[in-house]
Structures are given as C-alpha cells and as structure tokens.
C-alpha cells in the first residue's frame, strides 16, 4: 500500500486547508486510516482517524474544527482543516492499518505516507 499527501501548504490564522490522502496498492482489507501531525519540538499526535465501520477519532486539539472523511473504496483520505491557528503547524502523515482503529492511538499503522507540511502564521 502506497499513501501519497497533498494539499498542505502556508495560510494565515484562521484559514482552511484541505488534505488529501490517495492510497493505492492492496487497499481491500485496511481498516482503518488516520492523519497524524508532529510540529517542532512536539511529540507526534493522532489528529483524526476513520474506521472502515464508521467510526470517527479526534483529538481534542481538532473538535470542532477539523473534518475527517473517505471515499467509499478508501482510496482517497481527506482532512477537512478550518479556523486554523499557528500551533497547527506541523507535518501531517497518512497512515493506514489493518487492525482495529484504536491500534493508531498507539501510532501502530501498517503504512504511512511521506507527509504534508502546514504552516500556519498568525
């Protein structure tokens, strides 16, 4: 399985930006896929995951003001960002596992991708 992001970028507080993750290769029996940030000087967080069931994870840090979603074959992951602020900005992962959604709480994912930064300032 291959996860390729997109769509980071630099914005100004209070912004939007949309990602996008475009999984390819054996993606039948994932199941469940997540986005993961690291800033500068921070530990790495789980930000927001789906489950292949439904179910939806986010960080309190992302309540509220980030939106997780899939296409129905899971070969595109999104992460809908708004009212951004600069403690946002980090590098954000793609990640994808085959057990059950809770493993990626625990950063235990079967692939990740290369990463997207976002920057933003205030």
């Known amino acids: 399985v291959q996860l390729v992001e997109s769509g980071g970028g630099s914005v100004q507080a209070g912004g939007s930006l949309r990602l996008s993750c475009v999984a390819s290769?054996?993606?039948?029996?994932?199941?469940?896929m997540g986005w993961y940030r690291q800033g500068p000087g921070k530990e790495r967080e789980l930000v927001a995951s789906?489950?292949?069931?439904?179910?939806?994870y986010y960080a309190d840090s992302a309540k509220g003001r980030f939106t997780i979603a899939r296409d129905n074959a899971w070969s595109t992951l999104y992460l809908q960002m708004n009212s951004l602020k600069s403690e946002d900005t980090a590098m954000y992962y793609c990640?994808?596992?085959?057990?059950?959604?809770?493993?990626?709480?625990?950063?235990?994912?079967?692939?990740r991708g290369q990463g997207t930064q976002v920057t933003v300032s205030s």
């Open positions: 290769g054996t993606i039948g029996s994932i199941n469940a």
């Open positions: 789906i489950s292949k069931g439904g179910t939806i």
């Open positions: 990640a994808a596992g085959y057990g059950p959604w809770e493993f990626l709480l625990q950063a235990e994912y079967d692939y």
